[in-house]
């Protein structure tokens, strides 16, 4: 009997509900979010070069790419994020961000809002015609290539860079004996 | 004439006012918000002001869903003891005596009516499930014909103590003799059989849902659930009334202090019973029995020596 | 030094075709007809079995792994923590001699292998499906060339009654029920209040979580390991991150252990915390319940600050954790558990003393010493029977649990009955606030690393993880591919799958307002196992170890196997 009794003591407490939302004027909404919350993510269009390792790395495939035409389309569908950020830490360019919005509920699929999208306009091949990669994304991998190359080839490497930049990657293949940019020719350098 | 009119609705009010207070106790003992007396402001537009009748809204929206009979219940039984059971609870209304107004209390043998009102209304209550034919409504059936029958004996033995005592059948004779020690006693062994048939805990274990799902309602749904629930409503306002109108000297006083005095007892009554309902965990019922046959034992023979005074 | 080790398993067991160390493991390879002698040997001598599960190699047949943990075994062998025998068998006549007629802990793990591969133990003592429904036909047994149409108004083979025990009632507690959160059937037959049968079929939502995992590759699958359960998911992230780690085998800076062990902790807080509310809504005290769920809102709270969610963690990561700590967020954190330490202690404390929920759970559910290690519980379970097992000391995970850095104890119980196995839990949440504290205290004074660099390549063919989850014992266990450091099969056998399947045992002889008490008392979670079920007969007497065996031999010789 006497701890019944004793229990009334933790009775006397004020409530612990937390009303949601908090409040309907839209600023003081959710006055509850912590700082570092893991929402809804946001692509940052200037600084995504199109690279499309958000794809190779989400989680749950929900990250999507696709070519239209002179367009590179990458899609998040939002139903199936599983917010585990691993995208943002493994974007290179630091595009995507966890955001703090969390409500994500939508009634259809379809629409637009079930989506985060980034169009990104695409290169043609001066061979083929055909659309390949972004001119960012040309530019960012030439720049790895420098830094990270071996000094003794360097000069080489840019110079043959300089001429295949503007081909698709068949194209390179293709023409890499007429234009004397075969990767092969780099070995017998380094020895 | 008018008085009898009157006391239907109040009754109900105060009925809904009763289970909203018991709701609203609880939910404030186990730190949570409850029912809001008063709406946020900038809700007020679209939930309205108070959430008071609360109680009545889920007997309406009960109202307002569909009615499954199932196929294996005994059809007859199983939609009329509802309606049977609020009629018994609905007519006792009359019979007791509300802060010295006696209504239909001071006819002969109105303890003996009252009493077999009440036990009629609990008795449809338990024969409806049968007629239901589900294994649920049957063990949730069995445990409430249990505490039913050991809760009725302190109920009996009470009232009719205070008869003896006071040597009358007649309630509101009885509640307006004097205050004496026979009041206390008996007023204590009600209130124990009160705790069983309100189904206070740990005196819930015919509705306990995670063992039995709903216990005897579990078929019952739509208008004939929304009718127990409006006989609980009358019953509690029965039990309540009955205890103050019986056990308090309240009857003997002028009716403008009697009513405010009537809502405080009666208030924190229902709060004791919050606070025991928050406090336990449900019994099993062999303990729940157990604990039934050696209170009431004890607060018997109690009785009789003050009876015997 | 190896040599020696295989010299000393030598004079146990001689016959083994090659015997190799790798890690902490023991790795033998036997015959297949000799799994069940080896068994035998083992569970004489005191071991443990974790797990047993098959592996399909293609077109090389079958592997059959059996996980045996020797750290509370009478035998000696230095470091060594596990011996893990593989057998391969053919997939013409994929056929082995059954454990689980040797002890029950094989039994569900077997009728996994059995549904899951296709694979027919010999002698499995509970032959019915697993994941199925019982009135499906069963293509292993039967030789069935191919399944014929269902009966979906077929023999129950649990709700037929004979009119001669119509004084019972047969009362199914599922698949879909208030006191079980989850999907599941509990088969209880009653006289009257007492139930004098029982038995529980499971499997309403297999997800085939493992199967995803496979070809995910390593970095993902912990988010979808996670995943299996909503509950214990830090504890699932941190079995699938020791389990891949042990794989690569790489170092982890210290900081990122702390990190993990505070993670784990604090997970375990708030389990425990909602186990307690569980058990207090399932006994009818809601109150308990808006307690111990109040309280556990703070452990989210402190969560959801440190990693960005409540629930799934997702900052495991190969070589460390995802996400620092700052100060800030760790004094502050540090203040709430120590708060949240104090009042609970002293809930805890008129909690236990409460007689009506002593009269409810005391001599509720009980699981002997002896049932519990021939069962083989894991966890609380196993410790509020007086086994004292407990993964983070016998086997821990990649985080700090050792207990000459961080204070800590195992907290066991000899009540042996659900009350018993409150107290276990209660007692935990205190001892894991103390490490949590601890923590804090580490990770609010210095700073460093949180992360190293991953090899390229796996450094190992296979690896188990172990952790103690909220409800014991999790196993994890990963296999690559011989030629290309892929992932072929990933195995994971949950804590609740070895307590569910007690469940009967624990069931006959109690009240019907029992049942939700002794299902909750091992805090089951389905989501985390699906894939249990277990049968009694009617009898009223508790069937013995040597009763099942024989059983299984009557049953053997009238299929003509024996």
């Known amino acids: ?191 | ?309 | 030094m190896s040599e020696n080790i295989i010299n000393r398993i030598k004079e146990i067991y001689p016959n083994g075709l090659e015997y190799k160390i790798s890690g902490n493991w023991l790795i033998i390879k036997v015959k297949p007809e000799e799994l069940d002698k080896i068994a035998k040997i083992m569970i004489n001598l005191g071991a443990r079995i974790n797990h047993i599960t098959a592996i399909d190699l293609e077109t090389k047949g079958f592997e059959i792994i059996n996980v045996y943990d020797i750290t509370h075994a009478n035998i000696s062998l230095d470091n060594i923590t596990n011996i893990i025998f593989k057998a391969n068998i053919s997939k013409i006549k994929p056929e082995y001699p059954s454990i689980g007629k040797i002890t029950w802990q094989a039994v569900w793990a077997e009728k996994e292998i059995k549904e899951l591969l296709g694979i027919n133990p010999i002698g499995l003592p509970d032959s019915r499906h697993q994941f199925l429904p019982y009135e499906w036909p069963n293509p292993v047994e039967s030789e069935l060339k191919e399944i014929p149409e269902v009966n979906i108004n077929g023999n129950y083979l649990q709700l037929k009654m004979p009119i001669k025990e119509a004084y019972q009632s047969l009362i199914p507690i599922g698949p879909y029920h208030p006191g079980v959160i989850e999907g599941q059937v509990v088969y209880v037959k009653v006289e009257g209040e007492e139930i004098v049968a029982a038995d529980i079929k499971t499997g309403f939502h297999h997800r085939g979580i493992m199967k995803l995992i496979e070809n995910r590759g390593y970095n993902r699958g912990v988010f979808l390991a996670e995943r299996i359960c909503g509950v214990c998911s830090g504890a699932h992230g941190l079995a699938y991150i020791t389990c891949a780690e042990n794989l690569f085998d790489i170092e982890i800076p210290e900081r990122a252990l702390y990190i993990r062990t505070l993670l784990a902790e604090l997970n375990r807080i708030h389990s425990h915390l909602l186990w307690l509310g569980v058990v207090a809504d399932v006994i009818g005290w809601k109150t308990g319940f808006m307690y111990t769920w109040g309280l556990r809102e703070r452990i989210l709270d402190i969560i959801e600050s440190i990693t960005g969610n409540r629930i799934t963690y997702g900052i495991w990561r190969i070589g460390g954790v995802s996400r620092d700590i700052s100060q800030e967020i760790a004094i502050k954190a540090k203040r709430a558990i120590e708060e949240l330490k104090e009042e609970f202690s002293k809930m805890a404390l008129e909690i236990t003393n409460h007689p009506v929920i002593k009269s409810r759970l005391i001599n509720v559910g009980k699981l002997t010493y002896q049932q519990a290690f021939n069962g083989g519980a894991v966890g609380p379970t196993a410790r509020g029977s007086g086994w004292k097992i407990d993964v983070r000391k016998d086997n821990p995970p990649h985080a700090i649990y050792d207990q000459s850095i961080i204070s800590w104890e195992i907290v066991t119980d000899e009540g042996c009955d659900s009350y018993a196995r409150m107290i276990v839990r209660i007692k935990e949440v205190l001892v894991s606030t103390d490490i949590v504290i601890q923590c804090l205290d580490y990770l609010s004074k210095r700073s460093g690393e949180i992360r190293t660099k991953v090899k390229e390549v796996p450094s190992r063919i296979e690896a188990i993880g172990l952790n103690e989850a909220p409800r014991g014992e999790l196993f994890y266990y990963m296999k690559l591919y011989e030629n290309n450091n892929l992932l072929q099969a990933i195995r994971i056998r949950t804590p609740s799958y070895r307590n569910n399947a007690l469940i009967p045992l624990m069931l006959i002889g109690c009240n019907l307002a029992d049942v939700p008490v002794v299902m909750g008392s091992i805090d089951q979670c389905l989501a985390c196992t699906d894939r249990i079920e277990i049968i009694r007969n009617n009898h009223r007497e508790i069937m013995s170890w040597k009763d099942l065996v024989n059983l299984s031999i009557k049953m053997s010789k009238k299929k003509g196997l024996l």
């Not at chain 2, 009470?158 to 004496?180: D, G, P, R, V």
């Open chain 1, 1 to 191: 009997m006497s701890s019944e009794i004793k229990l009334i003591k933790y009775t006397i407490k004020k409530p612990i509900t937390l009303r949601y939302p908090s409040s309907l004027i839209p600023e003081k909404k959710y006055s509850q979010i912590p700082e570092g919350l893991r929402g809804l993510l946001q692509r940052d269009n200037e600084k995504c070069i199109g690279c499309k390792a958000c794809h190779y790395s989400c989680s749950g495939k929900a990250t999507t790419f696709q070519y239209r035409e002179n367009k590179l389309i990458i899609e998040t569908f939002i139903l199936r994020c599983a917010f585990c950020g691993y995208c943002q830490e493994i974007c290179p360019e630091e595009a995507i961000k966890l955001t703090k919005t969390f409500e994500i509920t939508i009634n259809n699929p379809n629409e637009k809002e079930a989506y985060v999208t980034t169009e990104l306009d695409l290169v043609k091949c001066k061979n083929c015609g055909k659309y390949f990669a972004t001119k960012k994304f040309i530019d960012k991998t030439y720049q790895r290539l420098i830094e990270k190359i071996n000094p003794i080839i360097k000069e080489l490497v840019m110079n043959d860079y300089k001429k295949i930049e503007e081909y698709c990657t068949d194209c390179r293949r293709i023409l890499s004996i007429k234009l004397n940019t075969h990767p092969k020719k780099y070995v017998w350098l380094e020895g």
């Open chain 2, 1 to 309: 004439m008018i008085e009898l009119l009157l006391i239907i609705f109040i009754s109900f009010f105060l009925g809904l006012f009763y289970s909203f207070l018991i709701r609203k106790f609880s939910a404030r003992l186990q730190w949570r918000i409850g029912p809001l007396i008063f709406m946020y402001k900038d809700l007020r537009s679209i939930m309205g002001i108070t959430r008071i009748i609360q109680p009545l809204y889920d007997i309406i929206k009960l109202f307002g869903k569909r009615t499954i009979i199932p196929e294996s219940s005994r059809k007859r039984l199983f939609i009329y003891s509802p309606y049977i059971s609020l009629i018994f609870a609905f007519t006792s209304i009359f019979f007791i005596p509300f802060s010295s107004i006696p209504l239909l209390s001071n006819i002969p043998y109105s303890i003996v009516i009252v009493s077999y009102l009440l036990i009629g209304s609990l008795l449809f209550m338990i024969i409806g499930p049968i007629a239901s034919g589900s294994p649920w409504a049957f063990i949730g059936v069995r445990r409430e014909a249990e505490l039913f029958l050991v809760a009725e004996f302190s109920f009996i033995i009470s009232l009719f103590s205070m008869a003896i005592s006071k040597n009358s059948l007649i309630i509101w004779e009885i509640s307006t003799k004097e205050f004496n020690l026979i009041n206390i006693t008996a007023g204590l062994l009600m209130f124990t059989s009160i705790l069983g048939k309100l189904h206070i805990k740990p005196f819930d274990m015919s509705e306990a849902e995670a063992e039995i799902v709903a216990g005897p309602y579990t078929e019952y749904s739509g208008k004939l659930l929304g009718i127990y629930y409006l006989t609980k409503i009358f019953l509690i306002y029965d039990f309540i009334a009955l205890f103050i109108s019986i056990f308090t000297p309240i009857n003997t006083l002028p009716i403008y202090l009697s009513i405010p005095l009537f809502l405080i007892i009666s208030i924190f009554i229902i709060f004791i019973l919050s606070i025991i309902h928050v406090l336990n965990p449900r019994y099993r019922i062999k303990n729940a029995l157990i604990w039934y046959i050696k209170i009431i034992s004890i607060l018997c023979l109690i009785n009789i020596i003050a009876m015997v005074i």
